[in-house]
């Protein structure tokens, strides 16, 4: 039989908290589960410094990764023998959801930040690259891989394929948004996704929903945002990460003036460098970069030293409201007392901004433009989400931004309480 | 107001999937809570291997230490007001609540079996030693961090205190047991808590239990009996740890015959010398052990560069049921039949196993004691579990064994099928 | 001790599957759970006709009134010790919350409706009159009934009191979502009352949230929404609904006409006359309609034998969209087509129409005028809730209505294909 | 299209709080579900009297049978294609798990003590009866009705469709147990189904489940078990229950004794005569038995009016421990005292056991045999439970018995307190 064809004799299964069991029949996918590449994402948590608000949050994007799949699998058995969806696509949908999050490095987003990767480029090179992935899919069938990495890239010619992982309401944010709020125990982030699954249709270029489940969209289109404000964007995560890019800039910054490392980076020379390898990029887990924060700790530049016991034993920043329009005079004014009281304003003073688009209709040529959901009505026509839900409606396109700025609280309070600089930075931060 | 009694200005919550909320109103509670001994239980699983085979298991001992505390708050505001209760020992309780994990270091299973080494040692050093929790505790009171340590320690005198968290029905069962299910995602492990709290009564040297609530009990000690046999010995986990064990050893043995490593294991010389600092200790969590486990793959002894290859990305051990009574003649022919194709059976031939007692009454005199539940009868008589309820008396002193051999058989498989050593292997192994 | 402050020897408990458990301390609470009155209201679904639809929608007010009370004792709770809080009033509290539903009757909707009542009227009733309930609470002190009876009509002068069970965000809400939820099975409904509860504050003359509970509140509001239309007003039960009050319309026509029962209404005569008598009153529950409506599918009357037949064995009507101002002329003319075809178009061509305002702020004067839900700042400000939330300030006072209109569609079936009745009548509802 | 063959062009969902959803496709299933036979079944609670107990528990046996058809769907789906199974018998199946209980009377273990009837002969009679149930199954097939009426009388020659509902394991049971701990909100009650049904196989005479679900068995034993113990015999729910056969049983001896009732009994009469006709029982539902409770409140005779006051306002008989062996001597001079003070000890002291055998394994020719649960090991064979299981094993076979004596406390009460009838009754009571 045909390698793509090859079932296991016994069926395996994963207990998973959110769906329950994750079923695995397909070779093919027990292969792929089985290379060091995927076992990698254990290593990487699903929600980078979430863990330091939500202790729960210690799940990894391994546990993402197999509920993707999931999902895919369990809307592929409804779609079985229904007019527009062709069976031939199956194990490309699998592997593509499986393998979707596969370039995602350590704390992705700092690093992203700091050294102008892109995942996504990373996820490609590990299908095309010489792996272990690679070797799997290229037995299914020559130009496979291929195949995956552009169902990813969203560049694959059947969008129906495409917006199972890449659309707003797939695979992919049905379980984050499940997964996150089970491990970080809050009470937003569950909808019906059972319901969502039942009603969903394939059509010729997209995924649609009856238009009887549109309640459980709606419900799901509402999880989504609370789970942005609640959660992704959470101030004290946000916190951390300010911390975690200050460090990667600080470590860069060092190494470029020479700075002679007590430990030297060496896993991350070939970033500074800005050619980092396949090898290179696999082998940067979250694990190697703690190692090295612990490490550093001891360093004798005192604000890197600083910046890792802050980020290893959480002791983050405070913050404040900050309106970057209105208080630009205010902003420099807090930059030079910052420098005046020894504190470097680039690693002290930190302003961070978060927004979130809950959810659009298609603004062609926009940019970030994104694919509307379509109820399909009994008669069969399709029906934009936002015409058909006054909630949705009601907050489509509608995006929505925070400012905060961030600063060591500790290291101000240690200022003599009469300390002119002391006086007027509270007064500047509102923290009388 | 002593440092004591003081109260936090707004009661700070964690939010906790377990227990919904975690209350802190003690500031000398959130100031443990932001040690940095304590924050790096956040760097030690729960579970040690046990998210090899159940992905959600990566929950780390932070959470359950939380946990622990947040249980016996609410056992304590039962307590409030009632008979052989004295309010006096309330912080004693929650500290020693909080901190009673806090010597647990990596995998701690293995490497105390590996280095000789007792966790419980750790948590009374660091409370009693030179560390920020020290600190904290001692501005509570003279000589308050060793009440706290003599009560983690089962050496306190008020016996009522130390049943709180070390009782065959205590805080920190209760806490890993609704955790560890909650995070695994199996079904078993849940049992009707909040009732329990409710009928927990003090009495002078113990926690007892009112009768009404004896199938609450029962509930939790059937789940306690299924939490081990399911999740805590599953073969799978037993594998990695198993193999872990087996890298431990090998890196001493290869340390000890002088081998150059090309990545010098300078975490672990204190252990091998068997004179770990608490410095040294604290410093090792499993993000460094991870790191080093990654470098190794590439050492130039097979033996380590094998193992740490398996651990890093699961290429786990194949196991048998293995009955060692009734198989030594076996035994050594496997033995020798693996030096023959050539697998050092030290490191690839390992037998492993677990039992447990799921319940037991009073043995006075024999090893691993331990005090019995009590439930108090509606005439105030104290009645011992196993002797009301015909379940618990079912299972009562029945040790379980479970003996299982453990061997790589990829190694196995790769060999030549005629290979007379292979066939008479698999022959043994019943693996045909 | 004074009979309010009486409390019970042992805590009583009920197993609640929403609250876990309903905990009653108060000897006077005790008292009126037992009383008939009260008891009566297990004989009186929740949810009316809604298990037609959702079959595990089967509880009774009985547990809701629990709830309520239960919710009101964990504010109260919180509430101890508050500034602006009152611990004089916490029974009258309590006794209010369970209290709110008594005058509920059988299918309290369309009794009201066919025989102009009020079940607050009959609450009242109840309480002042004379029934075991007022003998409770007039035990308590003297004109404890008249002030409960205030509570629970809104017009008690401290207003914080009215708002526990009577404002946007009340008890009685809070416990109708969570249980409806519960019972019937969906997935929407549910929303963090632990979080909204902790940040309850009591204020002069209402209760607020602390503005940090404001996206708990969020949720609340969208949980409304969502069961609102999702079940209180799915079609289907409305169905019944519109049966069931045909049945009174049509029962109280025959008796009005002089019409020989074989099985006398003799529970609703008083009804029919329009002054019901407290003990008919309370008499009359879902049994006994039930009985009545089982014995009538026997009467000589054949509306009132079908509809009766409909009611009891779920064979309902069947609905299209309608929308009251386009359709006049259509209107008609099916009214004058259920005539040629021998069906009574008063009691077979039914519209019906449901609205809902999700939430709304102040809008003095206005009829149905509602008190908004007030957060509370940081500094102390209270901020109306739309001002703060987007999410509820897009759906903030729009109210929206959906109309139906129901027929048997079994008897426009039964009559031949051709007949030009059936044909046209099928044309104009649109169900070719 | 044959009957049996039709699919419904959409297929229904029913919402479901324990299985989520239930699915129908069948056109025979919804037209059964249809029939006023099995909509009667809303009007019958599942568990009887023990709503008095536990407040949550109002469901009926309609969602029970709703229940038991989704778990019988959902196993033949997993038995589709498997050696063993015949999918010819699929309809069978689902027919009879739907219809299993259809037979039941309002409060049948009181109703079928008292007048000696067995509900599973109204089952059956119902089935091959004049009713809309009989007239679906015959569309079906010639003697389709005889075959549903032997699968659930278990005289079905093949034994394996037997056993998918009458087994130690069955869906009957798996369905009631995950049910009543639903709705009764207890934390007991619960098994990880979804893994047993995985798990389960056909064999040729019986449904096995293979032995590494073991453990998820093990789990459903301890539920039945605290189940049975917890809420099935619940002392509180059995006086519920005294009270009722006590009603029945006077309301038959008035009436044998010529008693003019104010309300006559008759929906009662043909169980009194002892010839129930099908119609009779059929209309006999659990609100026409409270509407003669209710009107019953007012007869002249003490005793009926009495003991319906209590069921209706749920004033029940307290109880003690009885012990049937020890107390021949005091219960008959507990019953002279009875006589004494005027209270009939026939319907005021009354003696109720209750008694429950966790699981058996098979003892051919005992009374009550029943067939074990076997287990089917990876290499083919079986294996009886309690062999493999320990837990099991401990409580196999193990018969449990509980012996209560019941009597009104407030009545004893009422007696002046020196009055050494009174003093004697407490005494040997036991409840000074």
């Known amino acids: 039989m045909a390698y793509r064809d090859q079932q296991l004799k016994e069926e395996k299964v994963f207990k998973d908290p959110v769906h329950r069991y994750i079923h695995v029949r397909d070779q093919v996918i027990w292969d792929l589960i089985g290379t060091r590449e995927f076992q990698r994402l254990r290593r990487i948590k699903q929600l980078g410094t979430t863990f330091l608000t939500f202790h729960g949050a210690e799940h990894s994007r391994f546990s993402h990764s197999l509920g993707v799949y999931e999902i895919v699998r369990r809307i592929l058995t409804n779609f079985q023998g229904r007019e527009h969806w062709n069976p031939d696509q199956r194990l490309l949908c699998l592997a593509a959801a499986l393998l979707h999050d596969l370039g995602h490095g350590p704390f992705s987003h700092s690093f992203e930040k700091v050294f102008k990767l892109d995942h996504e480029d990373y996820t490609k090179a590990i299908i095309l690259g010489g792996t272990e992935i690679n070797a799997v899919l290229r037995r299914v069938e020559q130009g496979f891989p291929e195949k995956v990495a552009e169902v990813i890239n969203k560049t694959y010619e059947d969008k129906l394929v495409v917006s199972l992982i890449s659309s707003q309401i797939d695979a992919d944010r049905m379980d984050y948004l499940l997964r996150d709020a089970y491990f970080t125990g809050v009470s937003y982030g569950h909808f019906d996704m059972e319901r969502i699954l039942r009603v969903m249709r394939p059509l010729e270029d997209q995924m649609v929903v009856k238009q009887s489940g549109m309640h459980a969209v709606e419900d799901y289109i509402m999880s989504r945002y609370q789970m942005y404000w609640q959660v992704y964007f959470h101030p004290v995560s946000r916190s951390a990460e300010v911390i975690l890019t200050k460090i990667l800039h600080r470590v860069k910054e060092l190494h470029e003036a020479g700075y002679l490392f007590k430990h030297e980076p060496k896993h991350f020379l070939s970033f500074f460098a800005g050619k980092v390898s396949l090898v290179d990029y696999i082998n940067l887990?979250?694990?190697?970069?703690?190692?090295?924060?612990?490490?550093?700790?001891?360093?004798?530049?005192?604000?890197?030293?600083?910046?890792?016991?802050?980020?290893?034993?959480?002791?983050?920043?405070?913050?404040?409201?900050?309106?970057?329009?209105?208080?630009?005079?205010?902003?420099?004014?807090?930059?030079?007392?910052?420098?005046?009281?020894?504190?470097?304003?680039?690693?002290?003073?930190v302003d961070d901004s978060s927004s979130d688009l809950p959810y659009d209709f298609y603004r062609p040529g926009e940019e970030g433009e994104r694919l509307p959901i379509h109820l399909l009505t009994p008669k069969g026509d399709l029906l934009e989400l936002s015409r058909a839900s006054d909630i949705v409606e009601s907050i489509s396109g509608k995006k929505r931004t925070d400012h905060k700025l961030y600063y060591p609280a500790d290291l101000i309070e240690r200022l003599p309480d009469h300390q002119p600089e002391k006086v007027r930075i509270k007064e500047l931060l509102g923290i009388g």
């Open 285 to 349: 887990d979250e694990n190697i970069v703690m190692y090295y924060f612990q490490a550093w700790i001891n360093e004798e530049d005192e604000i890197l030293a600083d910046l890792c016991d802050r980020f290893t034993n959480r002791r983050l920043f405070q913050y404040v409201e900050f309106s970057p329009d209105r208080q630009i005079k205010e902003s420099i004014e807090l930059y030079q007392l910052f420098e005046q009281i020894g504190l470097n304003p680039e690693y002290y003073l």
